[in-house]
């Protein structure tokens, strides 16, 4: 899958860095 960016996927409410494999949670 590719992203516009490495960053971040934003998926429901969690947001997940593949640049850093962590997963951080935000109220999106």
């Known amino acids: 899958m590719k992203l516009k960016g490495w960053k971040e ?3 429901g409410g969690i947001v997940i ?3 850093n494999s962590r997963e951080v949670e935000t109220g999106t």
Request: aromatic share 0%; proline share 33%; net charge negative.
């Open 9 to 11: 996927l934003p998926i």
């Open 17 to 19: 860095e593949p640049g």
